[in-house]
């Protein structure tokens, strides 16, 4: 299985990684258009792209203006949102992370895709950015790349399937160039139970979203039906709800 998610705003660059291997990203040359671009920016230009707080702006101005000169890290360790909370890739061995640079999928706007211990330097933007050189929108952008890699990726350790625990704005980005994969794609969704039904609960669903992303590298899983035996934080496959391409998981 390939297993995609989202990138985080937030980032830690501060705690030192030890022993982990690094790879480059893949896209380096899109990566740097886009960066260079944006070192061009003013901040009221950034900011029409970016609806963020003056100090943000001034935070990724400054990124931006100097970035080849920003320190490294990988992005399985940088990353420090609400799904990698629930990935805890600190407490990862080895052999967990050596699965996880096989199968697992980080979608981003400035980078496109990321493998696990592809090097990224601090920024900020996202995939639903209304911009990018040449184009109308960031989604646009990457139209041509993230699917066809995700395909060859997938051939490559001949993934049965497609895992989708990304959020609808970057999954956009798959869709854009969607006709290029084969394989069934498997989207998740995962409720809290309440007096009124199973609701949609957005920083508990990102959490989720990295627990079973930790959950399928930990257990070295390859076959799309044992995700239905997921039950960490509480949470229950509900097969009244789901179907064969969109599984959704209940948590009283």
């Not at 640079?101 to 211990?117: E, F, K, T, V």
């Not at 001949?158 to 006709?179: H, R, T």
């Not at 794609?185 to 409720?191: C, M, P």
Request: proline residues 6%; aromatic residues 10%.
């Amino acid at each position: 299985m390939i297993i995609l998610i989202s990138p985080a705003k937030s980032l830690d660059f501060d705690t030192p990684v030890n022993g982990a291997e690094a790879t480059q990203p893949r896209f380096a040359e899109k990566t740097e258009k886009l960066a260079n671009a944006l070192s061009r920016f003013s901040k009221p230009k950034l900011k029409s792209i970016m609806p963020v707080s003056d100090s943000l702006i001034a935070l990724n101005h400054g990124r931006y203006k100097d970035f080849f000169a920003q320190p490294e890290k990988q992005a399985l360790f940088a990353y420090n949102g609400d799904v990698y909370t629930g990935l805890e890739a600190k407490t990862m061995d080895e052999a967990t992370i050596d699965f996880a640079q096989d199968h697992l999928r980080i979608l981003s706007g400035l980078y496109g895709l990321l493998r696990p211990l592809d090097q990224i330097r601090p920024h900020r933007l996202e995939m639903g950015t209304r911009w990018a050189p040449r184009r109308k929108k960031l989604v646009d952008y990457w139209q041509d790349d993230i699917a066809p890699m995700i395909a060859k990726d997938a051939e490559a350790i001949e993934a049965k399937a497609i895992i989708n625990l990304a959020s609808q704005e970057y999954f956009a980005a798959v869709e854009a160039g969607q006709k290029a994969l084969t394989l069934p794609i498997i989207n998740i969704d995962f409720r809290q139970d309440g007096p009124d039904g199973p609701r949609f609960i957005s920083f508990a669903a990102k959490r989720a979203r990295g627990t079973m992303a930790r959950y399928i590298c930990e257990n070295r899983l390859t076959d799309p039906e044992a995700l239905k035996d997921f039950d960490w934080d509480g949470y229950r496959f509900d097969p009244e709800s789901s179907n064969d391409t969109n599984l959704r998981f209940i948590r009283s």
